[in-house]
């Protein structure tokens, strides 16, 4: 086809879209708010995007969307279980506090609705609140499509620097993304987009900016400055937003890596009337630290890497239906208990991989067990293969083995020892030598075991009874500032009384993030 053009056919409702030369099938369907599943961010190994090239002659084949691009007419089919709708993250309702229940507690009037949403570098996490009763009425999450131009804020910054247009297109992808999860959640309780007042997104700095259309790149380069700091109110059909108008609230930014995510999970787990040094970790593929002092707070972030959300893992999966999320070792000469993610008690489920939860679980029990030595490597006995199956083929849900490689474990090493040393610092600049109380945040925080995060030496040596989960915590700030504006205020005051911690630039850091590398000695 001399000008490139080509089509393609999707099968069997017969909805045609236009072909892009050059540019993968899976990018090509996001583009039309087409989402499949990509456990791996589009790196080709999940196999979880495959599609069916149906010719007009000879027999059909199968291709992992990713992987493919056309340049020609073609028809395809989509199965089910690759698309991203029938495989969506549930959220629990974010866990909101007593004193702002308190305040909707009996309040009336015509029902009016938001939305919040927590726009991470791996999931975004959408929720359909009642304004009028400060209440969540249905949430869910979906992978954030722009891993696949990398796993962390600096792939992504370096991405847009590569390619001019590729900050319009990044925009684009999240913007979509969450466009599908708002139509998803007011088709499921039969609402109209009409219904929708206005949006308040949270999340870190680079993510804010590509939504805003504005290049992260000051970023990504020392000293490491936002392009801006303030709150912003902008409408959606200025991002690209193809349904209805509305406002969409951000709140202030606190530094090139700490953001309003951070900030939203200040006020949902009310930190400034907690004990002084309590620590709030807000735990994703960027670590943010928050610690209550005297008469301030301390911030910081550490980049403790995708592994975390089920990521960048041989055998990583979002944390829905079909993936791992606890393993127990009783004999290493034999297969490990392991528990399934499965919402439906399904008898039929079988495990498809590992989700962040699990192969904490699963690394925390290989060191308990001895499999594992303090510096990560598989002991003598184990080593041939370099991974420990925790799942035979036999048993898997597509025929493969489930398992937990070398490589997984360095990973897991990167993240803790990043986690550990950032909270070692913040409490040294603070000036205490413990944390009274840790509260751990995060959607990967809600199913954690706690002593596995002590086991492993992500977290300081404390009595597990001082630890709490409190769940997307920055989902739940922003749930509040939607239904509140007192919130909004209460934010930007806040952001005055921070301290910021900066890692990059303290010439130990390295030094103690090397030494935390090992997992702890353990008395058996």
Same mark, same amino acid.
């Given at each position: 086809?001399?000008?490139?053009?080509?089509?393609?056919? @999707?099968?069997?409702?017969?909805?045609?879209?236009?072909?892009?030369?050059?540019?993968?099938?899976? =990018?090509?369907?996001?583009?039309?708010?087409?989402?499949?599943?990509?456990?791996?961010?589009?790196?080709?190994?999940?196999?979880?995007?495959?599609?069916?090239?149906?010719?007009?002659?000879?027999?059909?084949?199968?291709?992992?969307?990713?992987?493919?691009? +056309?340049?020609?007419?073609?028809?395809?089919?989509?199965?089910?279980?690759?698309?991203?709708?029938?495989?969506?993250i549930s959220k629990a309702p974010a866990s909101l506090?007593?004193?702002?229940?308190?305040?909707?507690?009996?309040?009336?009037?015509?029902?009016?609705?938001?939305?919040?949403?927590?726009?991470?570098?791996?999931?975004?996490?959408?929720?359909?609140?009642?304004?009028?009763?400060?209440?969540?009425?249905?949430?869910?999450?979906?992978?954030?499509?722009?891993?696949?131009?990398?796993?962390?804020?600096?792939?992504?910054?370096?991405?847009?620097?590569?390619?001019?247009?590729?900050?319009?297109? @990044?925009?684009?992808?999240?913007?979509?993304?969450?466009?599908?999860?708002?139509?998803?959640?007011?088709?499921?309780?039969?609402?109209?987009?009409? *219904?929708?007042?206005?949006?308040?997104?949270?999340?870190?700095?680079?993510?804010?900016?590509?939504?805003?259309?504005?290049?992260?790149?000051?970023?990504?380069?020392?000293?490491?400055?936002?392009?801006?700091?303030?709150?912003?109110?902008?409408?959606? *059909?200025?991002?690209?937003?193809?349904?209805?108008?509305?406002?969409?609230?951000?709140?202030?930014?606190?530094?090139?890596?700490?953001?309003?995510? #951070?900030?939203?999970?200040?006020?949902?787990?009310?930190?400034?009337?907690?004990?002084?040094?309590? @620590?709030?970790?807000?735990?994703?593929?960027?670590?943010?630290?928050?610690?209550?002092?005297?008469?301030?707070?301390?911030?910081?972030?550490? +980049?403790?890497?995708?592994?975390?959300?089920?990521?960048?893992?041989?055998?990583?999966?979002?944390?829905?239906?079909?993936?791992?999320?606890?393993?127990?070792?009783?004999?290493?000469?034999?297969?490990?208990?392991?528990?399934?993610? *499965?919402?439906?008690?399904?008898?039929?489920?079988?495990?498809?991989?590992?989700?962040g939860t699990g192969v904490i679980s699963a690394v925390?029990?290989?060191?308990?067990?001895?499999?594992?030595?303090?510096?990560? +490597?598989?002991?003598?006995?184990?080593?041939?293969?370099?991974?420990?199956?925790?799942?035979?083929?036999?048993?898997?849900?597509?025929?493969?083995?489930?398992?937990?490689?070398?490589?997984?474990?360095?990973?897991?090493?990167?993240?803790?020892?990043?986690?550990?040393?950032?909270?070692?610092?913040?409490?040294?600049?603070?000036?205490?030598?413990?944390? =009274?109380?840790?509260?751990? +945040?995060?959607?990967?925080?809600?199913? #954690?075991?706690?002593?596995?995060?002590?086991?492993?030496?992500?977290?300081?040596?404390?009595?597990?009874?001082?630890?709490?989960?409190?769940?997307?915590?920055?989902?739940?700030?922003?749930?509040?500032?939607?239904?509140?504006?007192?919130?909004?205020?209460?934010?930007?005051?806040?952001?005055?009384?921070?301290?910021?911690?900066?890692?990059?630039?303290?010439?130990?850091?390295?030094?103690?993030?090397?030494?935390? @590398?090992?997992?702890?000695?353990?008395?058996?």
């Amino acid at each position: 086809m001399s000008d490139n053009k080509f089509h393609i056919l @999707l099968l069997p409702h017969g909805r045609q879209i236009d072909g892009k030369p050059g540019i993968n099938l899976m =990018e090509t369907l996001m583009d039309q708010s087409i989402f499949l599943r990509s456990d791996c961010g589009g790196k080709g190994v999940c196999k979880k995007c495959r599609i069916k090239i149906v010719p007009t002659k000879g027999d059909p084949e199968f291709k992992e969307a990713c992987n493919f691009i +056309a340049s020609e007419d073609i028809s395809i089919e989509i199965p089910e279980i690759s698309m991203l709708s029938s495989h969506i993250i549930s959220k629990a309702p974010a866990s909101l506090p007593a004193v702002f229940n308190n305040r909707f507690k009996d309040a009336t009037g015509v029902k009016t609705f938001g939305i919040a949403v927590d726009l991470g570098t791996t999931t975004i996490a959408i929720y359909l609140c009642n304004i009028t009763k400060g209440k969540v009425v249905s949430s869910l999450a979906v992978k954030n499509p722009q891993a696949l131009y990398g796993d962390d804020v600096m792939s992504r910054i370096g991405a847009i620097g590569q390619q001019g247009n590729n900050l319009d297109y @990044l925009q684009k992808l999240v913007v979509r993304a969450i466009e599908w999860g708002v139509k998803e959640l007011l088709t499921s309780l039969d609402l109209k987009e009409e *219904n929708i007042s206005k949006m308040v997104t949270v999340g870190n700095p680079t993510m804010i900016h590509i939504l805003a259309g504005i290049n992260p790149k000051s970023i990504g380069v020392s000293p490491y400055f936002p392009a801006f700091y303030e709150a912003r109110n902008i409408y959606s *059909n200025d991002l690209g937003f193809k349904i209805k108008n509305f406002s969409i609230q951000l709140l202030p930014q606190i530094s090139g890596f700490i953001g309003g995510d #951070i900030l939203g999970a200040t006020m949902a787990v009310d930190l400034e009337n907690q004990p002084e040094g309590t @620590l709030l970790i807000d735990l994703g593929t960027n670590g943010e630290l928050m610690l209550k002092g005297k008469d301030r707070f301390f911030a910081t972030s550490c +980049a403790t890497g995708p592994a975390f959300e089920g990521a960048s893992l041989s055998c990583g999966m979002q944390a829905i239906p079909g993936a791992i999320n606890k393993v127990l070792i009783k004999n290493p000469d034999e297969l490990p208990k392991y528990t399934i993610i *499965n919402p439906s008690n399904s008898s039929r489920l079988k495990p498809s991989g590992i989700c962040g939860t699990g192969v904490i679980s699963a690394v925390a029990q290989l060191v308990q067990r001895s499999i594992i030595l303090p510096g990560g +490597a598989f002991k003598k006995e184990f080593s041939k293969e370099k991974k420990y199956i925790l799942v035979p083929k036999s048993s898997s849900a597509d025929g493969s083995e489930v398992f937990i490689s070398q490589k997984d474990i360095r990973s897991v090493q990167l993240g803790k020892a990043a986690l550990i040393t950032g909270i070692e610092f913040l409490l040294k600049k603070a000036g205490l030598k413990k944390a =009274e109380k840790i509260i751990i +945040a995060g959607a990967f925080g809600t199913f #954690i075991d706690k002593t596995d995060m002590i086991t492993l030496g992500m977290i300081p040596s404390i009595d597990p009874g001082k630890i709490e989960v409190a769940g997307n915590s920055a989902g739940a700030g922003a749930v509040m500032v939607l239904c509140e504006n007192n919130y909004l205020d209460k934010a930007i005051q806040m952001t005055k009384k921070i301290i910021v911690v900066d890692l990059a630039c303290n010439q130990d850091f390295q030094d103690v993030f090397v030494q935390k @590398l090992n997992f702890p000695d353990l008395i058996i």
